[in-house]
């Protein structure tokens, strides 16, 4: 409503029409959309049952699958991961601000199992990590593999977001990091005076964390 009241305004001072007719609108009938989760899993049996189905895609949709998962990145950023971003020997991924929806840089600790997929993935010979042409991995191509394989309801691969959050959140006691560096590794936007001040980066804590994850989905599945 806001863009459009703008809209009316400008026509207004430009004389094409005579009144503004969003001021009449009675803000009261307009109601904030409910969020909605993306689906998700967190019970341990039905997440090792998804993990043996992805093994059963192409190479690098299965790849691009198990990154996800254990990095819980936004599909974009998995989609458009450039190997300029990525330092296996240091151990750590750095994406851009322009490629962030938070406008900043993001560090992804890397583990074993995050850096033996990369490793595979070098034989695809992309700019892109998850890719085996010039062009990143098509919008769809991960979502429609776990379709395909009868998680349409269940899991998306934004779902894996949700995933990693809730299971790392309720076993905080068994890995020790605090929710502040859980929330810096989601890459999530802290509002409020603690977001205008709290710049810490938890870079060790979250290194910790990312290890955890990828031994807690490892021990889900065999090899």
């Given at each position: 409503?806001?863009?459009?009241?703008?809209m009316?305004?400008?026509?207004?001072s430009?004389?094409?029409?005579?009144h503004?007719?969003?001021?009449?609108?009675?803000?009261g009938?307009l109601k904030?959309?409910?969020?909605?989760?993306?689906?998700?899993m967190?019970?341990?049996?039905?997440?090792?049952?998804?993990?043996e189905?992805?093994?059963?895609?192409?190479?690098?949709?299965?790849?691009?699958?198990?990154?996800?998962?254990?990095?819980?990145?936004?599909?974009?950023?998995v989609?458009?991961?450039e190997?300029?971003?990525v330092?296996?020997?240091?151990?750590v991924?750095?994406?851009?601000?322009?490629?962030m929806?938070?406008?900043?840089?993001?560090?992804?600790?890397?583990?074993?199992?995050?850096?033996?997929?990369?490793?595979?993935a070098?034989?695809?010979?992309?700019?892109?990590?998850?890719?085996?042409t010039?062009?990143?991995?098509?919008?769809?191509?991960?979502?429609?593999?776990?379709?395909?394989?009868g998680?349409?309801?269940?899991?998306?691969?934004?779902?894996?977001?949700?995933?990693?959050s809730?299971i790392?959140n309720?076993?905080?006691?068994?890995?020790?990091?605090?929710s502040?560096?859980?929330?810096?590794?989601?890459?999530?936007?802290?509002?409020?005076?603690?977001?205008?001040?709290?710049?810490?980066e938890?870079?060790?804590?979250?290194?910790?964390?990312?290890q955890?994850?990828?031994?807690?989905?490892?021990?889900l599945?065999?090899p």
């Amino acid at each position: 409503l806001k863009i459009v009241t703008r809209m009316f305004r400008y026509a207004l001072s430009e004389g094409a029409i005579e009144h503004n007719v969003c001021l009449d609108v009675d803000r009261g009938i307009l109601k904030k959309g409910q969020g909605k989760n993306f689906p998700h899993m967190t019970n341990q049996k039905e997440l090792s049952e998804l993990i043996e189905s992805i093994k059963t895609c192409t190479d690098v949709t299965r790849c691009a699958i198990m990154f996800a998962m254990h990095t819980f990145l936004r599909p974009f950023n998995v989609r458009y991961l450039e190997w300029c971003e990525v330092d296996i020997d240091n151990r750590v991924i750095v994406i851009p601000q322009e490629k962030m929806k938070t406008r900043k840089p993001h560090i992804v600790p890397l583990t074993d199992s995050t850096i033996k997929i990369l490793n595979e993935a070098k034989g695809f010979k992309s700019r892109y990590v998850f890719s085996r042409t010039s062009k990143p991995m098509s919008e769809m191509a991960m979502q429609e593999a776990l379709k395909r394989r009868g998680y349409e309801h269940r899991q998306t691969v934004h779902g894996f977001r949700h995933t990693a959050s809730t299971i790392l959140n309720e076993n905080i006691s068994k890995h020790g990091i605090h929710s502040e560096a859980i929330e810096k590794q989601l890459a999530h936007v802290t509002g409020g005076i603690k977001g205008v001040y709290n710049k810490a980066e938890y870079l060790q804590e979250r290194i910790k964390l990312m290890q955890w994850w990828s031994e807690y989905l490892g021990q889900l599945h065999t090899p």
